[in-house]
């Protein structure tokens, strides 16, 4: 089983030969990719660009995690708020399914746990 753990990152390229197939991979999802220029100020990925990424190293799963605290958790995808709508976590793991073209996308809280099949076990 292959786990590709990425912090703060703007740029994982250099990581992608060692991540191809990773069974799983944490990605940090700090921004919407409405604040894409803000992410890359700061050094930081947007869910979009965490979900192409899991796809362009043929990832089987992808867990997000370090949510800018703007995000709300746990709510519907967006709520109205004024004339602004507001994006939350639960908007953010969409978008990463979008990039990622695979609805196997999870966000990450503390505690959490994913169990990560061995190869040719169909049970977990």
Known sequence: RK??????TCSPGMIAPAAMG???????????????SLAA????????QAGAFAKSIHAKHL?????????DIGLA???SMGNEAVVTIDGLVD???AAFGSSNVSPAYD??????????HSDH
Do not use: M, N, W
């Not at 786990?3 to 703060?8: C, E, H, K, N, R």
């Open 3 to 8: 786990l590709v753990l990425l912090g703060d």
């Open 77 to 79: 995808q967006q709520k």
């Open 22 to 36: 990773a069974d799983l991979i944490v990605h940090e999802a700090t921004f919407h990719r409405k604040l894409g």
């Open 63 to 71: 867990v997000l995690t370090h949510f800018s605290a703007r995000y």
């Open 111 to 120: 505690f959490y746990r994913c169990e990560i099949p061995r190869p040719g």
């Open 95 to 97: 978008e990463a399914k």
């Open 41 to 48: 100020k700061a050094g930081h990925s947007t869910a979009a």
